[in-house]
């Protein structure tokens, strides 16, 4: 079975600052999907970055990218810029690849509070 | 706003009752995923079905029950209501069609609250 392990439950950082956030994976599929998603006060679940576990490019989305370590199995989420807005929960994931769409394994969460 | 939609929103009930949660999906995606989110389990997924059937299973109870009907609207039946099924109960939909990538889309949840 996967699992997913984020090591830090609570994170802040001050605004206009780069914060990290760690995720750790165990499986031993080699076609998968890793994703951080953002669970903001209003509960809501929003995909924040996804990567393809056969790309070596670690994927970006404006002020967000992560770090993909395939042969560590580590997938970190770098925040740019902080801003008050990015304050929430963040999930990191995991999906195996099925064509028929498949589950998501969620990490325990880090709870990330920017700090003007 | 993901496209999925989820009532109710809020549900109040009373241990040993059952509820039923209602979930539609993106239009034209055909898999339906439910995830329970608890402070003691954190995020967990259920169960999964796809254009009917069901795909998947997760550390579901005996207790619950889900369904995907025709119109590939789902519903989630939980029944001899606990403490702590207490959750926000999500829902999340995709697949439009065979690709090598779905996104899940999420609905807003539906917040459960067994007194």
């Known amino acids: 079975a996967q699992t997913v392990t984020q090591s830090q439950p609570e994170m802040s950082v001050q605004e206009a600052e780069t914060v990290t956030l760690s995720c750790t994976y165990d499986?031993?599929?080699?076609?998968?999907?890793l994703f951080w998603y953002k669970q903001p006060p209003s509960r809501q679940m929003i995909l924040v970055i996804r990567q393809e576990a056969y790309k070596q490019q670690n994927a970006t989305e404006n002020r967000f990218s992560v770090n993909f370590q395939k042969a560590a199995k580590s997938f970190s989420l770098k925040i740019s810029d902080s801003q008050l807005g990015d304050t929430a929960m963040y999930f990191c994931a995991f999906m195996k690849h099925r064509e028929y769409g498949n589950k998501l394994v969620f990490g325990a969460g880090t709870i990330l509070r920017v700090k003007s | 706003d993901s496209g999925v939609t989820q009532t109710p929103k809020h549900l109040i009930t009373a241990t040993g009752q059952r509820v039923t949660l209602r979930c539609s999906p993106r239009?034209?995606?055909?898999?339906v995923y439910w995830y329970q989110q608890s402070l003691d389990q954190g995020l967990q997924f259920l169960i999964q079905?796809?254009?009917?059937?069901?795909?998947a299973k997760g550390n579901i109870l005996e207790r619950f029950s889900a369904q995907q009907f025709p119109d590939l609207h789902s519903e989630l039946n939980l029944s001899s209501l606990e403490l702590g099924d207490s959750a926000l109960y999500f829902c999340a939909s995709s697949v439009r069609g065979l690709a090598v990538y779905n996104e899940q889309f999420f609905g807003p949840g539906t917040r459960l609250t067994v007194l």
């Open positions: 239009s034209g995606d055909l898999s």
């Open positions: 079905y796809y254009n009917g059937e069901e795909r």
């Open positions: 499986t031993s599929e080699n076609n998968y999907y």
